[in-house]
């Protein structure tokens, strides 16, 4: 019988109280070794995959783990190498990370952060995951984010919205590359006030929840800026199904705009019922009615049908971006061909989110050498990089958050087939969606250090 | 005056709802004393009726069109609906437009089979149960059911529109001489809310006008005594059981249009129904009906703007604070009777 | 033995056994292979199954004694650790004034939810207990937000003041301690292939749970759990006597909503977040499948059921095809494939149709829950050796 003193995942401070309290030979960390949590044992390393698989977000959780997927072979070598061939960084090799095999675990977060803490904390006890994405809300995204910086491994958000993300709550170890609230307002504010005058007047329904509000602040906030007019915003509750209430006193305020500031189902079924309640061929003050969803996702457009059609929105990324705008996007076709090529359909914005930051990650740890959380943290800080699909992008330092091109789209009046829901409209440029990081709303939270554990 | 016209109309339309899904529940439990936790997931299914239903009116076959690229460069693929065939393009795509109509007659017979075949494989065997089982195990067939949808289905809504002659919404304010566009409601929500009145309606008359109403009236105030004269009551329950299936089935089909039908709406929708069933009383018909009215009007006016500025949140626990208060001052809520799950 | 009838020293004795041991019982599997999916010993998942443990024994106290029937217990948990990660935020992040503070929240949380509730009875009960956690659960979501973080919870940051504590080194993030001992503290033991893991968190909880145990033992054997069962089996009859029920369940009403707060702040101590959906109705649901489950009533039935569904929601989800090829790849192509497309539908995303089946075979065949399936496996071994004799279990249902 032997006690090993390298512990793959436990990290140990070692207090006179536990070995005199629990009778435990309690020995040094791992720090000894190798100075991090889960330091990659052999010639194989783990990532852990923590995406929705139960509840409303099932499907685009589906989505995130295809990509997570792809984004494994591409690293081992097989597959037709996707984006690693247009990603201007070229430290990949097909080898895996650092020659090492990646594997990957999997679990459910619930779209609960009770769940995803869970799910997350047994891929780094159980399973040694030195490095966890995925998740497709921000409330997931914020709780796994202060565990991973607890533990000691990198995050790397999936979808995740909320200014919060890379705002109050950011973390040293935490990274997004999904766009935020902020960028969808300032994104959306220049393609509205050109598409429907400058002197609307519009009516919010937020969903009653951090990142509605987040949300209705920036849209309001970048549309007043144009001049135009905020007549009320009410709060909806999460748990709502039937908007109805909420709908029905819109026309009454004089309104000539409604915008919704739900997401998922929330999404899906107030745009249903506003569009039932046939707001969108009324005229008022003059002006045809218009409603405008801040965020979209092709999943929930596909669950709103026909309703979306005309609808502005905005969106992180778009598998038509490269045929349609050139070879700025590049990628976005290196992409949605190996993904479209293996199963049947082009990608979401959320499994194309997934699969670059996996890529990042790979790349950042080669870039550094290490997968020390810390050596990694310094190789994305300030990174700028091309070819991921977005256009030229950079990691900013101050409060890891990605800086990229924001695409607005619009339901598309005829559309092909039910994967083709939505229009490029317009391409926001990086710059103008760009703020600084003190930004009052993003204000409130500190990065702190990095944390390597152990 | 306009705006609280337009709440009451809309709480008599969410109201309908509450009160169809809380009438099947409260004729289960008062015909059959069982607590069903599946009624949700029955509800669901039925939503997921017209979907299926109109499913198979787009069955189609695939036919590759040349001229056209799909988004990785191969010959596009285009389905064409055998409807189209059968009936030329145009005929099929009013029937395919009708879907929704037409998936209650799908409906009907797919949900008394799921009654029948619920009551007779598990309920049966847990009358005796005490209720606690029997919510556990209606709660394991609700978790069974839904994940068997999202199995098939997945977990996206799945959007299910209402015929195309009943698009838009009608201005109740242009017939009562207020200004144009205050007081208008979708024509879908004014049929179901006409339907529901309709089924509501018809389970009353049912129940009051028929012998085999007032034989189960009888089973439901005393089912020992019925049983002794000699009646088979068991034979009744289960025909009782399978036309409350068929209800939640109806109003799950009538509502696919309203909310786009996911396999979790169900569970949605349980606690809620739960909490009109007992407002109103348990074992009380006509308790449940007034309760879902009662709380789809409150729900309505505590979400106007005006509210909310006073009580910011109301609108989120509107429904718990009517349920709490009439319980401490009506002891079994509003038309309930002595004795009924009270021990 | 401490007050304790030799049955019950027995039964605790067990309890015991199985809580120091749990990092050998739940890892049977070496290392890297594949059964190694099903092993639970790493330190979160034996955590939850203790802390879980309490909130059901605490429900126990009142819907298996009284048999009052809460549909809102995840409040009192809830309320328990928002309480917790205030003290870690506001005071110190020792565990001790978190943990106290929860239950004494808790506690007198349970007091007004049940002083109000427990004028009704039967489903009544039930429906007001819900609308109190439902209305709980809505308001920390949205409203309270700057008191709860609404959606994305509550958990420490550097910035948080911490006046007991002094500033952090940098670099270091808070951990939750037991006067400087590091709840996550783990060592471990490798015995050839199989690796054990032993960690500070999951000692101090699982003594935390011997000691609810160990009280609720003495609960039920005392005058008042005497009184309780009287409440379940007649309280017409109760009341005809001249009693006054109502003082005695309150005092169960409260006693496992300090349970629920008890659960509710180690859940912090271990992992320092909060999230509002852990008082969602169906949080409250899940105590209640826990308690029925493992056997309502019984003593270590809701310990049974708490294990029961915290490992199939930590271990069966996380199965996913790539594990379920690697486990059939012994089989020929066609075979293997086969198997995959049978079992995958069950596991990973599928993990809720599973436990939904499982619930269901439960109930239908077991009405007493786990307890009564171990009596019966007890009883058919018993039976070969000698004549049948009474059936008596370890544990004697309330009723």
Redesign the interface.
């Known amino acids: 019988m032997s006690f090993s003193n390298l512990t793959r995942r436990g990290l140990i401070k070692t207090g006179a109280v536990a070995g005199a309290g629990l009778a435990l030979p309690t020995y040094l960390s791992a720090a000894a070794h190798s100075g991090f949590t889960n330091a990659p044992q052999g010639d194989t390393v783990t990532l852990g995959f923590n995406v929705p698989q139960s509840g409303p977000y099932a499907d685009e959780g589906a989505d995130e783990l295809r990509a997570f997927e792809l984004a494994v072979e591409h690293l081992n070598g097989m597959g037709d190498g996707g984006m690693l061939q247009t990603f201007s960084s070229k430290a990949l090799d097909g080898t895996g990370i650092m020659g090492k095999k990646v594997q990957f675990v999997t679990g459910d977060t619930q779209t609960k952060s009770d769940a995803a803490r869970a799910s997350a904390k047994s891929m780094i006890e159980k399973d040694g995951a030195v490095m966890i994405s995925g998740g497709s809300s921000s409330g997931v995204a914020v709780a796994v984010q202060a565990l991973c910086q607890e533990a000691g491994v990198i995050f790397m958000a999936g979808l995740t919205h909320s200014n919060d993300t890379t705002g109050k709550d950011k973390r040293a170890n935490g990274f997004r590359h999904f766009f935020n609230s902020y960028m969808s307002g300032a994104a959306l504010a220049p393609v509205l006030a050109k598409a429907y005058g400058a002197d609307r007047k519009a009516y919010h329904l937020t969903a009653d929840y951090n990142w509605g509000y987040t949300t209705e602040e920036a849209v309001r906030s970048s549309t007043e800026a144009l001049g135009w007019e905020t007549v009320n915003a009410v709060k909806t509750p999460l748990t709502q199904t039937d908007f109805s209430a909420y709908i029905a006193p819109v026309l009454q305020s004089g309104a000539d705009v409604l915008v919704l500031n739900h997401y998922g189902g929330n999404m899906v079924n107030s745009l249903t019922n506003a569009v039932q309640f046939g707001l969108r061929d009324k005229m008022v003050n003059g002006k045809q009615f218009e409603i405008v969803v801040p965020l979209y996702s092709e999943l929930m457009a596909r669950g709103a049908g026909a309703n979306i059609k005309g609808i502005l929105g905005s969106q992180n990324w778009d598998w038509k971006l490269e045929d349609q705008l050139g070879a700025r996007y590049s990628g976005t076709n290196a992409f949605v061909q190996s993904f479209g090529t293996k199963y049947g359909f082009p990608p979401s914005q959320a499994a194309h989110t997934c699969y670059v930051q996996t890529l990042l990650y790979a790349d950042a740890v080669t870039r550094a050498g290490s997968f020390n959380p810390c050596a990694v943290v310094e190789a994305l800080q300030g990174f700028e990089f091309d070819g991921m699909g977005n256009g030229p992008t950079l990691y900013r330092a101050d409060d890891h958050q990605c800086f990229k091109d924001v695409v607005v789209v619009k339901g598309k009046e005829n559309p092909e087939n039910e994967f083709d829901l939505v229009e490029i409209v317009e391409v926001t440029p990086a710059d103008q969606v760009t703020y600084a990081p003190d930004h009052q709303q993003f204000a409130g939270g500190s990065l702190g250090t990095c944390n390597p554990g152990a | 005056m306009?705006?609280i016209l337009?709440?009451i109309?809309?709480?008599l339309?969410?109201g309908s709802?509450y009160a169809l899904i809380a009438l099947g529940l409260t004729l289960i439990f008062g015909t059959l004393g069982v607590?069903n936790f599946a009624h949700g997931a029955l509800f669901m299914i039925g939503a997921f009726c017209a979907v299926t239903f109109s499913k198979l009116l787009n069955l189609s076959h695939t036919i590759v069109d040349d001229s056209r690229k799909?988004?990785?460069g191969n010959p596009?693929k285009i389905d064409v609906p055998y409807l189209h065939e059968f009936f030329g393009q145009a005929a099929g795509d009013v029937i395919i437009d009708w879907a929704v109509p037409l998936s209650i007659l799908f409906a009907i017979p797919v949900m008394i089979g799921i009654g029948f075949a619920m009551e007779r494989g598990?309920i049966k065997?847990f009358y005796k149960?005490p209720?606690?089982?029997q919510?556990?195990?209606t709660?394991?067939?609700?978790?069974?059911m839904?994940?068997?949808i999202?199995?098939f289905y997945?977990?996206?809504?799945?959007?299910t529109?209402a015929p195309a002659a009943f698009?838009?919404?009608f201005d109740f304010g242009a017939l009562i001489g207020a200004d144009p566009?205050?007081i208008?409601?979708?024509y879908?929500?004014l049929v179901y809310f006409c339907f529901a009145a309709v089924i509501i309606g018809a389970v009353f008359a049912f129940l009051q006008f028929t012998t085999f109403g007032m034989v189960v009236r009888a089973g439901m105030a005393d089912r020992e005594t019925v049983g002794l004269l000699g009646i088979n009551i068991d034979k009744r329950f289960t025909v009782m059981f399978g036309i409350a299936a068929a209800v939640a089935g109806v109003a799950g089909v009538m509502y696919a249009?309203?909310?786009?039908p996911?396999y979790?709406?169900g569970?949605?929708f349980l606690?809620l129904s739960?909490?009109v069933v007992?407002?109103g009383g348990?074992g009380s018909l006509p308790g449940a009906v007034l309760a879902g009215f009662l709380l789809g009007i409150l729900?309505?006016f505590a979400?106007?703007?005006v509210v909310?500025e006073f009580i910011?949140?109301i609108?989120?626990?509107i429904i718990?604070?009517v349920?709490?208060i009439i319980?401490?001052t009506r002891?079994?809520?509003l038309m309930g009777r002595k004795g009924v799950?009270?021990? | 033995m401490l007050g304790l009838s030799k049955k019950d020293a027995g039964l605790l004795a067990i309890v015991a056994f199985l809580c120091i041991f749990a990092p050998f019982l739940l890892n049977p599997f070496p290392e890297g292979s594949a059964m190694a999916q099903f092993n639970a010993g790493y330190p979160d998942l034996m955590q939850r199954l203790v802390i879980f443990g309490i909130f059901a024994i605490g429900f126990n106290i009142l819907f298996g004694l009284t048999g009052y029937l809460s549909f809102g217990h995840a409040a009192f948990l809830g309320v328990g650790s928002y309480a917790a990660i205030w003290m870690m935020k506001l005071l110190t992040m020792n565990v001790v004034p978190a943990i106290f503070v929860s239950v004494l929240v808790a506690g007198l949380f349970s007091l007004l939810v049940g002083w109000i509730s427990l004028r009704r009875s039967g489903i009544y009960f039930s429906i007001l207990t819900l609308a109190f956690a439902q209305m709980s659960y809505a308001l920390a979501y949205s409203v309270l937000t700057p008191i709860t973080g609404g959606e994305t919870g509550l958990q420490p940051k550097y910035t948080d003041p911490r006046i007991l504590d002094g500033a952090l080194p940098a670099g270091q993030s808070p951990r939750a301690n037991l006067f400087g001992l590091d709840m996550k503290a783990t060592t471990e033991l490798r015995l050839g292939d199989w690796v054990f893991t032993f960690n500070a968190g999951y000692y101090i909880a699982a003594a935390t749970m011997l000691l609810a145990f160990y009280l609720s033992i003495r609960i039920f054997r005392s005058p008042l759990g005497m009184m309780l069962r009287a409440v379940k089996s007649n309280q017409q009859r109760m009341n005809y006597t001249g009693l006054n029920s109502k003082p005695y369940t309150l005092a169960a009403f409260v006693i496992s909503g300090m349970y629920a707060g008890l659960a509710g702040g180690l859940l912090v101590a271990m992992d320092t977040q909060v999230g509002a959906e852990r008082m969602f109705w169906t949080a409250s649901g899940e105590v209640v499948l826990m308690t029925i489950l493992g056997g309502a009533g019984t003593l270590i039935g809701p310990v049974l059921g708490a294990g029961f569904i915290k490992y199939m929601e930590n271990i069966v989800s996380k199965i996913n095809e790539t594990v379920l090829e690697q486990w059939f790849a012994f089989l020929p192509d066609g075979l293997s494939d086969a198997m995959v497309a049978i079992v995958y539908p069950f596991v990973g995303k599928g993990w809720h149709l599973t436990l939904g089946l499982l619930f269901m075979m439960v109930v239908i065949f077991l009405p007493g829950g786990l307890v009564e399936g171990g009596q019966r496996i007890g009883r058919l071994f018993r039976s070969k050796k000698s004549e049948p004799e009474t059936p008596d279990g370890k544990t004697t249902p309330a009723e």
């Open positions: 306009d705006a337009l709440q109309l809309n709480g339309d969410k709802a607590v799909d988004f990785l596009m598990l065997h149960r209720h606690a089982d919510i556990l195990v709660f394991g067939l609700a978790i069974v839904a994940e068997l999202k199995y997945g977990a996206n809504p799945i959007p529109p698009a838009g919404s566009n205050t208008i409601y979708p879908w929500r249009p309203i909310n786009s996911n979790n709406m569970m949605d606690v739960f909490v007992v407002v348990m729900e309505s979400s106007m703007a909310l910011p949140g609108n989120q626990i718990y604070l349920a709490i319980l401490l002891p079994r809520g799950m009270e021990e």
